[in-house]
C-alpha cells in the first residue's frame, strides 16, 4: 500500500464517528414485574416463555421472550407473525436489558418467516423497561421441548415436529417447585438441585442467608446440603444438592420454610456478628455455576 493510501485510509478512520457503548448495568432488568423470571430464562431454564405487551408507543403489540432459539438467534419473526426474542444469546453489551431490547426493535421490522443473528453489540437506547406495558399480565411457562418455536402449520409437518422431539433430548429437566415462586428443580448429570431466583438485591441476601447458615440452618432438610450460590443480573441464585428421587413437589414445604428464616433474617438490619460475617466470605468464596 502506498504512502498516499494509507494516509487516506487513516483521514477516512479518523473521520468516522466512534460507535458509544453501552453503559454496564449491574442490575439490568430491575424495575420490571417479571424480573426473576427474565434472569431465570437467560441464565437457568433451557425452554420456557414469557408473553408481554408493547406500550402504545411501541405499536402496543405482543410479543414472547423465550429462553433459546436455533443457532442462538436473537430474535424470529415467525411466518404467522409471532414476534420471539431470546434470552440467551452469545451477543453481551454492559447491559442486558438494552441487547434484547435492540434485538426486540430489529425483530420487529424483520420480514415473516425471517431469524435474528447475532450481528454487532447494540448502542446506548431504549431498554425493555422503556418498551414493556407495565400493566399487561404477564404468562411465564416452564416447556419440556421446543415447541414454542412452530407455528400451527409447521406443528402438522412430521419431519419438523421429529427435529423438535430429537432437540428434546438435549434439555436438562427442569420443572418449578410447586408454591415456591421462581424455584426451580433440575437434574444435570445424574444428580438433582434446586435453584432459587431471589428478588432483593444480592447484598441483602448475601447477608441474610449469612445469617441463616450461621446458625445452621441453610439446608433445606436432612441430606438436603446448600452448595453454594452465584450472582447473575444483580441477582443471587442459592442451590441446593438433592436426595436421589427428589422430585419438585417434595421441595414446597422445606422451601417455604426457608423463606420464612430468610424473611427473618432480611427483616435483621443490625450489623453481622463475626459469624455471620465468616459465614458470608464462606458463600461468598464458593460461588458456584450451576
Known sequence: ?????????????????????????????????????????????????????????HGGTEITFVSLLPELAQGLKRADGAVLIALQTSLHSGDASRDVAAALQ???????????????????????????DPSFASEFTVHESFGFWLTDEQREDPDTVRVIEEAKDDIAPTEPVP???????????GKEFVRWVRGEDEDAFFNAFARVHASRQSDLAEGVR???????????????????????ADLTEPMRAMAERLDAALADDSPLDADARRAKAG??????NL
Open 106 to 132: 430489529t425483530t420487529l421490522g424483520l420480514e415473516p418467516g425471517t431469524g435474528l443473528t447475532a450481528n454487532a453489540l447494540p448502542e446506548p437506547g431504549l431498554r425493555l423497561q422503556d418498551m414493556l
Open 283 to 288: 458463600i461468598i468464596s464458593r460461588q458456584v
Open 226 to 248: 446448600f452448595i453454594g450460590a452465584f450472582r447473575a443480573c444483580g441477582l443471587a441464585i442459592p442451590v441446593w444438592e438433592l436426595l436421589p428421587g427428589t422430585t419438585a
Open 179 to 189: 408454591g415456591v415462586p421462581h424455584a426451580y428443580w433440575c437434574r444435570m448429570n
Open 1 to 57: 500500500m502506498s504512502k498516499k493510501k494509507r494516509q487516506r485510509r487513516q483521514s477516512d478512520a479518523a473521520k468516522a464517528p466512534k460507535k458509544q457503548q453501552v453503559p454496564f448495568v449491574a442490575r439490568p432488568f430491575e424495575g420490571l414485574a417479571d424480573e426473576e423470571d427474565l434472569v431465570a430464562m437467560m441464565q437457568l431454564i433451557p425452554a420456557a416463555t414469557l408473553t408481554a405487551r408493547l406500550t402504545e408507543e
